[in-house]
């Protein structure tokens, strides 16, 4: 964990930046068994009380089960018991039981945790990246679960053994100053951007997605907008490096536009661009621009007002998966939808 020092610092650049945080809780411990819980939630609940003084918008948990993680196979009801009283016991260490966040994880159905969420007041974390990742179809999970979605994890996906297509290298595009980028690039940019030095010690972390509500909808009263990706409609984009990045982008010409089947049915899509198990948490460069838009479009279209977290550790993969977002969006513009 952070130390206090670490925290007060953190909180120090939050108040700077005008921005906050989201925290994800420690997977140390699982659901499994009695053993399992008392680790996670003691883990847990220091977690909580360390990040309190940063007042975060919201803690992402994961209920795991990893014996039957892949294999369909339901819960015992001691472990179902057990679990809904695990989180209840969670969602009583914060200010408001809503700020507790249940992930999807790959390897289960996202219906998976159903059992524990429906009626509770605990939001639930889409991680997009996860659902495409088993070869799953996210958008039909994002329109059922909307009104519950308090943080949303966006990452892509990478063949295990190298790209599928041969790369060269290209300018990226300026940023524009009406909310979206100038000179679009191609959406088969991948996963890789090489940022100068100098500009990648200036970047800031509020790059803006457009059209995202500026304040959070299941914010308590005086907290702090996320800092995730949240700005208003139109709102100029704060991508500082990437006009002067390189990006790598497909080599292929005059590529036909994929066909809408991909979005109803993105399994073989997925599996005959990735192959099977492939690398995530990685850019959303290599990721068909049908599949973006599935998922971004509607939180636009119903004004999304959470946090929408890119779940990368790298910093080209941050300002590639940004310059997706910002080629999707020019295609929701011009749908006619902004």
């Known amino acids: 964990l952070a130390t206090p020092e670490e925290i007060k610092e953190i909180g120090r650049i939050l108040d700077g930046e005008g921005a906050s945080v989201h925290v994800h809780l420690p997977t140390d411990g699982d659901c499994e068994t009695a053993t399992g819980r008392r680790a996670l939630l003691d883990r847990v609940r220091r977690a909580i009380d360390r990040a309190a003084p940063l007042a975060p918008h919201s803690f992402v948990l994961h209920a795991d089960f990893p014996s039957l993680r892949g294999s369909g196979r339901e819960p015992s009801p001691e472990q179902t018991r057990a679990t809904a009283a695990l989180l209840q016991d969670v969602a009583a260490c914060l200010p408001a039981p809503e700020m507790l966040a249940v992930e999807n994880l790959e390897g289960f159905s996202p219906a998976f945790w159903d059992r524990w969420l429906d009626g509770a007041p605990f939001s639930r974390c889409l991680d997009i990246g996860h659902i495409w990742k088993d070869g799953g179809n996210p958008a039909p999970v994002l329109d059922a679960w909307l009104p519950r979605v308090r943080v949303i994890h966006l990452h892509g996906l990478r063949p295990r053994h190298g790209a599928p297509h041969t790369l060269h290298a290209a300018t990226a595009p300026s940023q524009g100053t009406e909310g979206h980028t100038a000179g ?22 509020d790059a803006g997605m457009p059209g ?8 308590p009263t005086g ?6 990706v949240a700005c208003d409609p139109g709102l ?12 790598l982008r497909n080599d292929n010409k005059e590529k036909p536009s994929p066909a809408r089947n991909e979005v109803s049915s993105p399994g073989a899509v997925l599996l005959r661009h990735f192959g099977p198990q492939p690398r995530d948490h990685t850019s959303l460069g290599l990721m068909p621009a049908p599949l973006i838009d599935a998922v971004l479009h509607p939180l636009w279209r119903h004004g999304f007002a959470g946090a929408l977290n890119l779940e990368v ?10 310059a997706v977002i910002m080629e999707s969006y020019a295609r929701y513009q011009d749908n006619g939808e902004a």
Do not use: Y
């Open 212 to 219: 995202q509500a500026k304040t959070l909808g299941q914010a």
């Open 236 to 247: 100029r984009v704060h991508g500082h490096a990437a006009a002067s990045t390189e990006m």
């Open 313 to 322: 550790f790298h910093w080209e993969d941050f300002a590639a998966s940004h």
């Open 223 to 228: 907290e702090r907008n996320s800092s995730s």
């Open 184 to 205: 679009v690039a191609p959406a088969e940019t991948t996963s890789h951007v090489s940022a100068k030095k100098e500009t990648e010690n200036k970047i800031r972390a």
